[in-house]
């Protein structure tokens, strides 16, 4: 996988205007995806979303994106930031997949509609739970796939299973660091063994991991839990389920623990039922 991921129909030019380029394909990815979501949501964010490049003081220690929120007041749109230190590391592929995590309908739809949610304590709309906010992101990878977001697209379908095999891979990771006393190196050894992800991506990923135990494993408890909890609606209401209601379900509360989530999810099927 990193032998293919190096060949050069997948990458830009390591330079400023192939960086420049990667910025505007980001921009061009999140406004089709903004664009096809009709079908699948009735809420949506009001602030703005906007690709930038990862500050060149963060990027050796940053992850190859993330989301900041919007400002409280309205100034500031939120940010998909990339990291653009070595554009060898930005394969094409898998740029899709991304963009849909970070950014629509992933973390900029969950954050940016919990900021502006009305009637919740104000920690409510700003404090993440880990496992339901990447939960959600991670969610959002599939939904977009079932949307068709990859239709026409073979190798962009590939990254996102290429993500979903980085996702896997970072359970063993997170667990043999923190359960079975794995070496740093032991770590990197495994994630460059059975991912396509760049050196310098292992490395940065693994010191996160390291620092932040149990991280990487709630993303993927929390993305269990919604398509149970969406399941479960579906199998319980029949004709009456409507897929946007159940994502108003899940974005129009704020963010909370995961047993208090499946809470939210009962009530919302006996109120329908």
């Given at each position: 996988l990193?032998?293919?991921?190096?060949?050069d129909?997948?990458?830009y030019?390591?330079t400023?205007?192939g960086?420049?380029?990667?910025?505007a394909?980001?921009?061009?990815i999140l406004d089709e995806?903004?664009?096809s979501l009709g079908?699948?949501?009735?809420?949506r964010?009001?602030?703005?979303?906007?690709?930038?490049?990862?500050?060149?003081?963060?990027e050796?220690t940053?992850?190859?994106a993330?989301?900041q929120m919007?400002?409280?007041?309205?100034?500031?749109?939120?940010?998909?930031?990339?990291?653009l230190?070595?554009?060898?590391?930005v394969a094409?592929?898998?740029m899709k997949?991304?963009a849909y995590?970070e950014g629509i309908?992933g973390h900029?739809?969950q954050?940016?509609?919990?900021?502006?949610?009305r009637?919740?304590?104000f920690?409510?709309?700003?404090v993440?739970f880990?496992?339901?906010a990447?939960?959600?992101a991670?969610?959002?990878?599939?939904?977009a796939?079932?949307?068709g977001?990859?239709?026409?697209?073979p190798?962009s379908?590939?990254?996102c299973l290429?993500a979903?095999?980085f996702r896997?891979?970072?359970?063993?990771?997170?667990t043999?660091?923190h359960a079975?006393?794995?070496?740093?190196q032991?770590?990197?050894?495994?994630?460059?063994?059975?991912?396509?992800?760049?050196?310098?991506?292992?490395v940065?990923e693994?010191e996160?991991?390291?620092v932040?135990?149990g991280?990487?494993?709630a993303?993927?408890?929390?993305e269990?839990?919604i398509?149970?909890?969406?399941?479960?609606?579906?199998?319980?209401?029949?004709?009456?389920?409507?897929?946007?209601?159940?994502?108003?379900?899940?974005?129009?509360?704020?963010?909370?623990?995961?047993?208090?989530?499946?809470?939210?999810?009962e009530e919302?099927i006996?109120?329908?039922?």
């Amino acid at each position: 996988l990193q032998d293919f991921a190096k060949e050069d129909r997948f990458l830009y030019p390591n330079t400023d205007e192939g960086r420049a380029q990667a910025l505007a394909d980001y921009q061009r990815i999140l406004d089709e995806m903004d664009a096809s979501l009709g079908t699948v949501f009735e809420v949506r964010p009001k602030a703005a979303l906007k690709v930038e490049r990862v500050p060149e003081f963060r990027e050796k220690t940053s992850a190859g994106a993330y989301y900041q929120m919007a400002d409280l007041g309205g100034g500031r749109p939120g940010i998909f930031f990339a990291n653009l230190r070595d554009m060898n590391e930005v394969a094409k592929f898998g740029m899709k997949t991304l963009a849909y995590h970070e950014g629509i309908p992933g973390h900029h739809f969950q954050l940016a509609i919990a900021m502006e949610l009305r009637g919740l304590p104000f920690f409510r709309r700003l404090v993440p739970f880990t496992a339901y906010a990447e939960g959600w992101a991670l969610y959002a990878e599939k939904l977009a796939r079932e949307n068709g977001a990859y239709a026409g697209d073979p190798y962009s379908e590939l990254g996102c299973l290429d993500a979903e095999l980085f996702r896997a891979v970072r359970l063993v990771v997170d667990t043999g660091i923190h359960a079975m006393r794995w070496t740093r190196q032991q770590a990197i050894d495994y994630m460059a063994q059975h991912t396509a992800q760049a050196p310098e991506t292992i490395v940065s990923e693994v010191e996160r991991y390291i620092v932040m135990p149990g991280q990487a494993c709630a993303y993927k408890i929390g993305e269990i839990k919604i398509l149970e909890l969406r399941q479960k609606a579906q199998q319980a209401l029949g004709d009456k389920f409507d897929l946007r209601q159940f994502h108003n379900v899940i974005l129009k509360n704020g963010s909370m623990p995961l047993s208090l989530l499946e809470q939210v999810v009962e009530e919302y099927i006996q109120g329908v039922g």
